[in-house]
């Protein structure tokens, strides 16, 4: 290629022809990008007049140990097909960060099928993303309503609560105002809300449905928060109600929680189940992202921690205090007493090793068993899912 490439913030006539580059490389048009025009950031590479390559990114806080950290969530990126092969991606994702790091990101998460790619570049994948299917007439034959009441539709009251169950975890989005309105207009989704009568509302659901070429639909659900088993027992009753017009439930890519009341509470094993492209974390400013996440509040520690440097040169050590609540990480001469590359640093961050033995199997490298259960032990009190898209 002969003429200079240019990286830019994307004007009205640029963003214009991303969205229709976006729909050449992709194969379809990519809805998001008009959706999000007045929440996201958009950064392009320019050649010749003309835009090759670009991609979304979006500042929000994500829940990790309770707290809100800032995330640069990166989504619809593409390059040109006639600008494929010489590492245009590469160059293009560190110009859709930069805005957002000056804005305040020190964590990144990415959903994308080129998981090799984005392992390269820094990202991991705390833990697989699976989607449910389960037969609706053994939803029907498994679950009872009990005295649960159903409304239609979403409350500030439902936000909220959301938002609680969100904290439980580690990588749910922290949903800004507007992001449930994109949602429902995006997916065309159903919103329910579950409580006992008297008592506030204790389970949130949305769902669309498919509709047949023959007959009926296929129910698809986007939303699953629930405050309690029999909530959450509730809320796959009513779904099993769908049965005279549909024969499957599907649980939309990570849209299930990782509890087990839907497979202890079934009669019949039939579900199935399909492994997605999983979400990734990256640590951009790791004496941030540790400072601003939460802790747990019984552990007081201090682990001399080894972090290889992206592309294997060299390495920084670090002590990692962890007290009240709080923690802090600074450099150190001390020699690291765990050995962590900056992807597995990741998993660690998002609680993704759930024992010493994961952890070493991952390849994670400790000279002392004590400090490496110490270490896993930090994060893993929350469980890492992601059930937003973007």
Partial sequence: MSKQLTFTPANDGLWQQYEELAARAYGHPIGDITHLRDHADLQVAVRGGQVVAGGLGLLVDQFF?????????????????????DHLATRMTEQRLRPLIERGAVISAISTSSTGYARRLGWEAPVPVLAWEVPIDDLKQSFTMADFEVEHGSSDEAQSLQRDLAQQWNGPVLRPTWWTRWKEDKGGLTMYRFNRPGHPTAGVLSLATKRHERHGATVVVHDFWAASQPTAAAMLAFLGRHNT??????????ALPPYPTLLHGLRHHRPTVESWHPWMLRILDIPEAVRLRGWPADLATSVPIETENEGG???????????????????????????????????????????????????????????????????????????DHF
């Avoid at 140990?65 to 092969?85: F, I, K, N, T, Y």
């Avoid at 017009?245 to 990570?254: C, L």
């Avoid at 090793?353 to 929350?382: D, H, I, K, M, Q």
């Fill in 65 to 85: 140990g309770g707290s809100p950290v800032p995330s640069a969530c990166l989504g619809d990126g593409c390059v040109a097909p006639e600008e494929r092969g």
């Fill in 245 to 254: 017009r549909a024969q499957t439930i599907e649980f939309r890519r990570g």
């Fill in 313 to 387: 040169e060299g390495s920084d050590c670090w002590m990692l205090h962890i007290k009240d609540g709080t923690a802090e990480i600074t450099p150190t001469s001390a020699e690291g007493q765990v050995t962590l590359t900056r992807q597995q640093l990741a998993v660690w961050y998002a609680g993704g090793y759930r024992s010493t033995t994961s952890a070493r199997l991952a390849g994670v490298r400790a000279g002392s068993e004590s400090a490496l259960a110490t270490l896993v032990r930090s994060t893993t009190y929350l469980e890492p899912w992601l059930p």
